[in-house]
């Protein structure tokens, strides 16, 4: 499906997606403006596994990215009549119900049977985690050491963090879409150039440079313009910006670009940014296919809106796999209040200290109470300078407890200080704050060998 | 002379659970010898003091002409669990870039430095 063959030939993966939530056209985009393989979707944060563990709870039917059935809609024509292939990870934790969803779409829009979808599953480990425990997988907190049981009764959902390999399988098999659970961001970018070249287990450099190629698209435009720092006034035409793309060659050497006419900006600084954007240890990024060094990374400008990459090293890979593990963690509220000129900081303070008072004097008890003052000192926090007396002032007070009904009266305290607090406060219209239960997030490692996955295809 | 770092270079951050990270990038590649030997381990511990509990950690990325540097306990718990309006780090890349370095005035001049604004 490429251009050319041979060693020269060049497979293109284009990003449209950089997380549950980013721009409905991205995807569209990305296989109509102009040539493309692999249309790379990445659907999963941190903590999404666990809102979908909670729908799936809900309707057994739910539990995935419904974000990804509307673009597959969108680019349904691609896929079946150019062969252009998806892979995404927008499985959750219902994969297989997600892959239904896909062939339902697409036979209510006239390609009934001409669309196979692979779908990657055993990275749900929910149901083995009790097994799991007894069996002396402690499955420690990566950045507390405290072993799971602490919190195993309010534990929603856990995902190993699975690789390349049964994606790779999916398409050998020739599903034109992969669909997936929990898979790495990177995975989705690595696995069809790994498919593409035949890459083996063991080809270290290459599997690290397709990894890398994954890291710099896997935010979608975060690498071509969008939240970039460098020169950002000058950033042309960011309404209309181009998601990134990788023009990989079977040595392991990429180029990022995006397609003609599109705004944003790809350069050396813009894709340095997104290399160094949630950075660990750079010599060590650990994948479950490889062991990717980021100091071995070198980048040319290669044209207007190219940057080549090239030069990567790899390492084998550990025995280990990460597991993303969500818990039920309390509750919490975030209030606001703007306050006007003048004295707008002194009135906001006296309000959050008349708000204290009153939380103590009804004797409720919070894990935390958190104050910050937006237009003053809540970007920056101390190491802002005092200059000029503020115009206005957010007020922004947040709690956090075990108890819901010390969160609930909280967000009814708020309201009252405009009648019965500091003077010239508005920006109350929003109502109440919501109660939000707190779902938070538990990084473990698993032995490799207790992670069976399996990829089925349905068509 | 003093240099604000916001004139001679540009970074990024994200987060890991309670974790920042701020990737700092040189402007110039003959800015990054300067950047990477002012940028210390105690002059960016000493910088966040009072804005972050924990330990940082630093990374050199010659190859990107670029640092990176670790902020632990950051994000007030991190993630869900944090009341923080940038829960997620995003903006600890401009508090990294508040920095004012004092540079010897014959080097500042030639790498032709910006010389900060005077107060």
Known sequence: ?459 | MKVRLVDIAHARSGDKGDTANVGVIALRPEWYPLIAESLSHARVAQHFAGVITGDVERFELPNLNALNFLLHGALDGGGTLSLKTDAQGKVFSTAMLRMVLDVDDDRARSLKLPEAPRA
């Open chain 1, 1 to 459: 499906m490429s251009q050319t063959s041979g060693s020269n030939r060049i497979v293109r993966v284009a990003a449209g997606q950089g997380f549950w939530g980013d721009w409905l056209d991205a995807p569209r985009r990305q296989v109509e403006g102009g040539p493309v393989d692999y249309l790379m979707l990445d659907y999963l944060a941190e903590v999404t596994m666990s809102i979908l563990q909670k729908q799936k709870e809900r309707d057994p039917n739910m539990g995935y990215a419904r974000d990804f059935i509307g673009a597959m809609e969108s680019v349904l024509p691609a896929v079946v009549d150019r062969g252009v292939r998806v892979v995404a990870n927008a499985g959750g934790v219902n994969p297989v119900a997600c892959a239904r969803a896909v062939l339902e779409v697409a036979a209510a829009r006239g390609a009934a049977g001409k669309l196979k979808v692979g779908v990657v599953t055993g990275d749900d480990l929910l149901p083995h985690l009790d097994t799991l425990i007894d069996r002396g997988h402690a499955l420690a907190n990566m950045e507390t050491g405290e072993p799971l049981s602490t919190v195993r009764d309010r534990v929603l959902s856990a995902n190993a963090y699975i690789g390349s390999v049964p994606i790779v399988e999916a398409l050998a098999r020739g599903a034109n879409v992969v669909v997936t659970g929990r898979s790495t961001d990177t995975a989705l970018t690595m696995a069809p150039l790994r498919h593409e070249f035949g890459w083996g287990a063991t080809d270290w450099d290459r599997l690290a440079a397709g990894i890398i190629a994954g890291h710099i698209i896997e935010c979608g435009a975060q690498c071509s313009g969008g939240n970039c720092l460098y020169d950002w006034r000058n950033i042309p035409d960011l309404a209309n910006v181009g998601y990134p793309i990788v023009e990989a060659t079977a040595d392991g050497t990429f180029v990022v670009t995006k397609h003609p006419g599109t705004g944003g900006r790809i350069n050396v600084p813009s894709v340095t940014e997104q290399l160094v954007y949630e950075m660990g240890d750079p010599h060590s990024y650990i994948t479950p296919d490889v062991v990717a060094d980021f100091a071995s990374i070198q980048l040319a400008p290669d044209g207007e809106n190219r940057v080549r990459v090239y030069g990567i090293k790899g390492r084998p890979a550990t025995d280990k796999l990460k597991v993303s593990i969500a818990y039920r963690a309390g509750f919490k509220a975030v209030g606001t209040l703007v306050y006007a000129w003048p004295d707008a900081l002194e009135k906001a303070q006296l309000a959050d200290r008349v708000l204290r008072e009153r939380l103590d004097n009804m004797g409720l008890r919070f894990d935390q109470v958190l104050t910050e003052f937006v237009g003053v000192s809540a970007a920056h926090g101390p190491l802002t300078p005092r200059t000029t007396e503020a115009p206005e002032v957010q007020w922004r007070i947040g709690v956090r407890s075990s108890d819901r009904k010390a969160v609930e009266r909280f967000t009814r305290e708020i309201a009252p200080l405009v009648l019965n607090g500091p003077p010239t406060v508005t920006g109350f219209a929003g109502g109440r704050p919501k109660v939000e239960e707190i779902v938070a997030y538990w990084p473990a490692l698993v032995d490799k060998s207790v992670v069976q996955t399996k990829v089925e295809l349905l068509a």
